[in-house]
């Protein structure tokens, strides 16, 4: 009941938030450029760190969340211009320089305020014990947007991620559908960096996407694994973190530490399965 009472909007959070992170995950690991979801979620942290030098709240009012949307949509349109085909540049290169950039930048930003260093650790790791009804309830909503989107450009966007040859022979215009695809992917990442940090985005964003391609090769099983992994670790951690009070845990932290142990395991379970496969056959 305790869980309930204090931790209900964490929870429901914990259960309702992560659905949107899994499914751009899948398409993170399928474009293979793992770092862009850690770049556009230091991105919205370069924003809302403008914001408090400006002596906002980070966790309230609006010029953050629209400092952190107006950094993310110009960081999407800086990842859909640098899409380029270069034999010694790969895409992945220039996302991993934009990230560390704007992690220095950040932390450049925030020396300046009276409380950098506690804002540099807020921005990284969150607070998910703290989170309001009125975030979780604004945040579910425009994942739900965002979400409709996607469903009804489902297959462009499927397109442009796994067969993006396919989609250039077909003269989709790759470079504006990339913006598009970022742009609300830096909503959501947006959304929840404020909420969680920028470790757990990333931990959201990878770890069940890779858990799930490699227990299956199969899309809509893929997104059915990623959100069982998503679920399973942010509950563990929420319950470690609140019940085992001897440990005192952070929960952030908590939970990417389960999401590593998952990682392993299903690690071992494709370990074994190719095993039993090979005396199989």
């Known amino acids: 009941m305790n869980l309930l009472t204090l931790w ?40 809302i760190a403008v914001a408090v030098l400006f002596g906002a709240d980070p966790g309230h009012g609006t010029l953050p969340y629209a400092l952190a949307v107006l950094f993310t949509i110009g960081g999407a349109a800086l990842f859909s211009l640098t899409r380029f085909r270069h034999p010694r540049v790969p895409h992945e290169a220039i996302i991993g320089i934009i990230y560390i950039v704007a992690a220095a930048a950040a932390t450049l930003v925030l020396s300046r305020t009276a409380a950098g260093d506690e804002e540099i650790k807020n921005l990284l790791v969150g607070n998910l014990l703290l989170v309001s009804r009125l975030e979780v309830l604004r945040t579910l909503a425009l994942y739900v947007l965002v979400g409709a989107l996607h469903f009804v450009l489902r297959r462009r966007f499927h397109m442009i991620s796994f067969e993006p040859e396919e989609a250039v022979r077909q003269g989709i215009r790759v470079r504006l559908w990339d913006f598009v ?8 990442v947006t959304s929840f960096v404020r909420i969680a940090g920028v470790y757990l985005v990333f931990s959201y964003l990878i770890v069940p996407a890779v858990c799930a391609a490699l227990l299956s090769s199969r899309t809509a099983a893929r997104l059915a694994i990623g959100w069982v992994v998503a679920f399973t670790a942010g509950i563990s951690g ?10 005192d845990l952070p929960t952030g932290p908590t939970i990417i530490c389960i999401f590593g142990l998952l990682l392993l ?8 399965r190719a095993r039993s496969s090979a005396r199989a056959g």
């Open 238 to 247: 929420l319950l470690l973190s609140t019940q085992w009070e001897s440990l």
């Open 181 to 188: 695809f970022y742009a609300t992917f830096g909503l959501v």
């Open 265 to 272: 395991l299903s690690g071992v379970v494709t370990w074994v």
């Open 8 to 47: 209900l909007w964490p929870l429901v959070g914990l259960i309702l938030l992560p659905t949107a992170l899994v499914y751009f995950g899948l398409h993170v690991v399928g474009r293979g450029i793992i770092f862009v979801d850690l770049a556009l979620a230091q991105i919205a942290a370069l924003g």
